[in-house]
């Protein structure tokens, strides 16, 4: 029996007649087909708008799409008509340093604009008249984002490196803001605010990225009714001196991570690798959301469907008379000593055993993505597991194979992948041998030792006739062997099913409530990997296409990054700055797109005529250039710097800190091949 997913058929033809007949659908039709496959694969330089004397740190488009803002560290701020490549007003900002936010006041007419700089300074500008209306200065650092809600007409938010949010209102006679949330207090005095985005079909959600690994995800209507509450309660009552009021109250913040990255962050940071978060943006339809991890890669979450990451504190007590089926025991929600998330399918094994037999197609799918295995073609091979997993997503066999591949690809946050996808494989049939071996190894190479060698046990009785196998020694003494040279502390011990949340920074004294909500985090969806984000801290990610079909992402090797959101297989690379990508600013109704960086340049993106064969921005080996971009995220940073500098380092390692490209894992014959 094959489980896949229902493939959407579109029938364009009968649109286009639709769209003849009535002219109302005629925006609907737009939406609907304007950033499609054969348009991503033409899609080519346009033109480029010169005016700006300073790299490019923002754009925005205006709602209808018709003008486009630009901001500089000139200190000016352009509108350009996009279509005509010419500008309409070019007007100095009155900051006295970079401009690195641009948004256009909602219902305002395209009359107002708001820029935020790295002076500190907010300023709203009335474009009809060339002149800076408002100026705040409450902000103490860099100002890095500016947000609008088009529920709120006459309210934005701005995000700096003070560790603030701060909430405008610009009915306010007294014209000056107030903190929305002040990171400080959960962060310590080291936390800077780096981007914020509200939800476009509820504008009460406000998405804040900060550095470290968590993005925060705010209720802004229940924050502002409990501080009148608050105020309420305070002025009709006496409260004693040690009461403390929270300044949020615990349901309005909700937390997201990479799973593997909170205990990934002591190795960063000696490594001198800063994780932050440096753009958030809410999918069309508000459901999703997106991450540009600055020192890792992007990151996709989903809001509605949520799933806890995959932790292992080993219970000891994990055996109970009854409970789902899991990993071929017997639990009440833990297998091995893991804990499975509540959202984990339950296992119907007579339903998932059949599902290992694919359509010819697929059959044929999954041979090519076998033999790009055997070429040791590791990205192309989870590239084609991955679009037979989209086809397929019940077929245990197609997750544990490109778990193998990501094991051998070894790029940064693999091998957290490889064990998501044996979980997954051991959800759907208990019985995949390979899974379970496979997990083993993912827990011993994501530093989970204990739980590796518990997980190894239980695959030892589960497959004795494995017990005795090479890959099962090798494993085995790798484990001890670590477990041997462990030197952990009784408090080590103590606090080691928190080190995952709690463990960033000695200096820091953060709150229990903080640790709470770190500790309730959801986990990613998806991971798009290829590009680099090191070396600025405003590079974007968006969605592309009015249902958010793909993602896109600047790279500080000059080129930007396209990928198909669902698959995450990467499709397009062009070349978008003779240095670095930041901003990426996809078109509101139509296949076309804004990109600027380091260059003083904007640059407009289209699908090109057919008739135009070569297209010369196109990176052609998207392979080579993914592989090198790892290559840079590990790199020493003097050698990223001389790399930014246009010095070649030669000798740079294929890989992370986790192996190298010619090292065997000594998995046997139980890794080696896949199904």
Known sequence: MFCGEVMTTVNITRDFLQRQIRDKRASGFQRSH?????????????????GHTGCVNCLEWNERGDLLASGSDDQHAIIWD???????TTMHTGHAANIFSVKFLPHSGDRILITGAADTKVHVHDLTVKETIHMFSDHTNRVK???????????FWSAAEDGIIRQYDLRESSKRSEVLIDLTEFCGQLVEAKCLAVNPRDNNYLAVGANGPFVRLYDIRMINNYRKSVGQSTSAAVHTFCERQKPIPDEAGQYYVAGHLPVKLPDYNNRLRVLVATYVTFSPDGTELLVNMGGEQVYLFDLTFKQRPYTFLLPKKCQTSTGDVQNGKTTNGVSNGMFLPSNHIRIESKMRLSSTELPAHLEKIKQQANDAFARQQWTQAIQLYSLGIHQASCNAMLYGNRAAAYMKRKWDGDHYDALRDCLKALTLNPAHLKAHFRLA????ELNYVSEALECLDDFKGKFPEQAQSSACDCLDKDIKAALFTKTETAEDKKANSSIRFHSFNRKESIPEDELVLRERSFDYKHRYCGHCNTTTDIKEANFFGSKGQYVVSGSDDGSFFIWEKETTNLVRILQGDESIVNCLQPHPNSC???TSGIDPVVRLWSPRPETETENGRVVEDMESAAQANQRRMNADPLEVMLLNMGYRITGLRGVGPDGSDDEESSEGQVQCRPS
């Open 592 to 594: 076309f797109l804004a």
């Open 82 to 88: 996009p279509f005509r490549h010419t500008k309409l």
């Open 34 to 50: 304007h950033v499609t496959d054969p348009f991503i694969k033409r899609l080519g330089l346009e033109a480029e708008l010169q």
């Open 145 to 155: 984002r500016i947000a609008t809600a088009p529920m709120w007409p006459n309210t």
């Open 441 to 444: 190894r993912c827990l011993f």
